[in-house]
């Protein structure tokens, strides 16, 4: 390099690249001011958009003010390049161009330095070699803002103008010229790859992306947790749980819930049934904070590139979902579960969060939780799980209703597979225990029987009614609360034993009608079919009744099959109906049957499923039945405590839900009686006192119809001690007995006894037509049994809430209805009912025992209502539909043998108990067990044989309607009431 010019000027001849600079320019250089320029212009690294600072950001200070004309020197640059390479004409361009600065008053703006900044993404396109070139000339150039404008001064500018200079003559060293030959040229360095360009290109805009995402990212965020729930909560872990009914002796006879949870403390759960779930659902839950982003992705690429779709839900979003969110599958349902589980890490541990997601998650069948779920599937404690137990469990969560071993086994088995598989990767088993596990044979209980249906429907159910009106059904059903009932379970067998058998019987003195229909052969499969799928599960009970189709007839019974169980009947099973019927029947023919117990050497339903698919499901033996449209009630109560101890509603709970026992006001019929003669004793009447058994009319104020009331056998007995008529339960005696007392004394008696309904002044209401509910009636004989010391029917004891706090208790609750001597005078005649009156059918029970008959007019309903020192207990049997002999019978013959079959199971292994003779009163002779009176009144007492005048009259009054006024067509119409006054049925015994 030599240099050329004047003294002023230098001129500068680098190999072909001519640089003119004047001596003014090289002096402005050294200008403290211009060398704050330079620095600052190096400072700014041609950032478009401003100066960067020490810390690297973009930046512009406030300018500094401008400096005159007279400060900054002219500078004229040109560059001139004939070496340029030829492959960049960009480059040659920019190279060529003349570039000045004037200054002066009239000399244009200078704003090329703007124009190289807006140039530099053109720098980009160039080569690399010709772009560092150009770079470095442009760099060494004494970059000047316009005077306008101003600079930053960097704060650590402190250089000396030699110091510059030496800058200026390196920058310039870096400038030599291109060899003007290929063998003075050196080797070109290779370009950067497209790859390492992309970089540059995601790094330059990166910053700006990242600084809008965030933004995205916080507002998406600001919106998606406004309105999320808060996770503080779960802390106090209350979930829905089961309300669970109690009998007496603490066994489950109801339980009730939208979500069948059985809540275990993790320190319960073993830790075998803990790893399972880990291992097939969240292998990392220990060391993830909530959400596992390489899972998420391997999951969503899974599903771009495949048919099936696979999650990536950790342990604590299945929590956060489960109890905040919807399983839909939405993209802000997955955000707000990502956000809850985040913030769900930060409240609990991972062991509190494990407690929640084992007794939360839903596992099929209606089972939530491993507890319902090991209950469910494998009628155990979760405790009790064996390794394939465990895993099959833990891989029904994928697919809780589609692979479960009931609905899907060889699915449930696949996932069963998979889980000892991964307890094997995991390590929580060895390899030898996972074999083992793989060839267990699972004893797959299959559907659970549901307590409710099975051991006292009608009384659970009613349970669940008065506890829903008190507490609201929406905490019964989710609030755990245990009650604690009256039910005693032995009594209720008995009772449900009790009804069937009298059922039974009634449906056999009616006679066999024959097959209920016959199917052809094609026709068998599909029946047998639609049948099973309405059958329970846990196996076919003893006292229904079930359609069987015969398969086979030989010389020693039938074979036929209910559903899927096979069966047979001997002939001693079915010879009542008698040869000429027997005959007939064939295969295809369609009957009635009832199962006999099971011995002790069969194998039950319930634990059979895998020998059904081997064929090896027991044979039951039936019992041909027939079965008329007749329903029974029965209700039972503790005479000491009112406690309700069983309790039948109807036949067959499936068949029919409405409860006779507890929901229907039926006719009592004369099992009314002993509270009209209850009013008599206390209102001058005594046992011994004597009424005329003859034909009386009546003057109907109620109606305004003329009434002759009869006996039911039509007869007239002349006078009768009130003990011998109650006995006999003749009809005419005891409208006497209301004509002499009146209406408003009944009225009290009946309230004090615990009748509630409002009772008609009509004369047929002493005859019982009226209807009243059998808990009442059932209360008011209890005070005869009681000395006068009526209870209220009581179904539950007492209520607790599911940490065991007693919320409400339910005590006996007595009330002194009548009088002892009242209730000593009406036991001892109901007890000479049993022995000598209507209600014989009952003495087989050869213990003390009271009770009165009811039948109502055509027979239509029949009842026993009757007590021992113990129990006091009512049965009904008739139709629900109101139709005339719809039952045929007496309540003697219909209802009494079901009173009598259950006192005789539930009292079997007591020691009888007599009845207790009260202060205020004594007895006197007659009837099998003496006639109970006041203390005092042996002897008086209102008779009506010292009434003649009445008497004559009333037998002349019968006189003047006519002979024909005792037939019945007679009788029928002056009994026939209104549509709408039913109560003036007549009863008939």
Known sequence: MKKQGSKNDETLDLKGLKIEVSQADLDALDTPDQADQLNALNASNFEPFGLRDDAGVNARAPSPPKPSPQDLAPISLALESSSLDDQSGDAQTLATQSIATQSGPNAPQA?????????????????????????????DQPRLRPTNQGVNRPPNLSRTSSDLKQ???????????????????????????FFWAMVRVMLRGGAALTIVGLA??????AYLAQDLPSVEGLKNYQPKTVTYFYSNDGLIIGEYSHERRLVRPLSEIPPLVRQAFIAVEDANFYHHGGVNLIAMVRAAYHNLISDTLQGASTITQQVVRSFFLTREKKLVRK???????????????????????????????????????????????????????????????????????????????????????RLIEVGAITTEQGQAAREEILNIVGERPNPNTTVAPYFTEHVRRLLAERFG?????????????TLDVKSQKAADAAVARGLWEYARRRGFKGPIHHLSDPEIEPFLARQAKSLPEEGLNPNILYQAVILNKDAAGLDLAVGSYPGRIVNKNFDWIGQPRAKKLARGDVIWVRPLPLTINEVDRTRALAALTEGRVPVRAFILESRTDVQAALLSLDLATGAVVAMVGGRDFRESQFNRATQSQRQPGSAFKPIVYAAAMDNGFTPGSVLIDGPVVI???????????????????????????????RNLITIKILERIGFEALDKTARDLGITTQLPHSPPVALGAHGIPMPELLS???????????????????????QGRVVATFEPVKHQAISSGTACAITWMLRGVVAQGTGTSVKPLNRPVAGKTGTTNDASDAWFVGFTPELATAVWMGTDELKPRAVGEVGGRAAGPIFLYYHQLVLKDRPIVEFQLPLDAQLAPGGAFGICYKAGTVGTGISETEMTTSLEEDFLRAETMGADALNAGERNDLNQAPPEETFLEEARD
Do not use: C
Not at 216 to 221: D, E, K, M, S, W
Not at 789 to 802: F, G, I, W
């Open 111 to 139: 704003n090329h330095f703007d124009d190289i900044f807006k140039d530099l993404d053109h720098l980009e396109e160039l080569d690399d070699r010709d772009h560092l070139d150009q770079l470095a000339l442009i760099n």
């Open 167 to 193: 800058a200026r003559s390196r920058r310039l060293d870096r400038f030599q010229p291109r060899p003007n030959s290929d063998s003075d040229r050196q080797p070109t360095p290779p370009k950067p790859s």
């Open 216 to 221: 995205v990212a916080l507002i998406g965020y």
């Open 335 to 421: 955000l707000k579960e990502i956000i809850l589980a985040f913030r769900l890490e930060g409240s609990l541990t991972k062991d509190e969060i494990l407690y929640l997601y084992l007794n939360q998650i839903y596992l099929g069948q209606g089972a939530y939780g491993v507890e319902a779920a090991a209950q469910t599937y494998f009628d155990k404690n979760v405790e009790s799980l064996t390794v394939a137990e465990a895993a099959m469990l833990a891989g029904i969560t994928q697919s809780p209703e589609g692979k479960n071993p009931l609905k899907q086994p060889q699915e449930a088995r696949s996932r069963q597979l998979y889980g000892i598989k």
């Open 473 to 485: 059904e929406e905490s019964l059903y989710n609030d755990g609360w245990r009650v604690f009932t």
């Open 699 to 729: 003057d109907d104020q109620w109606t305004g119809k003329r009434w002759k009331p009869v006996n039911s056998d039509q007869k007239f007995l002349g006078p009768m001690t009130l003990y011998s008529a109650l006995v006999a339960s």
């Open 780 to 802: 008011a004989y209890s005070a005869f049994a009681n000395q006068g010391l009526r209870v209220e029917p009581r179904y539950v004891t007492r209520v607790e809430d599911r």
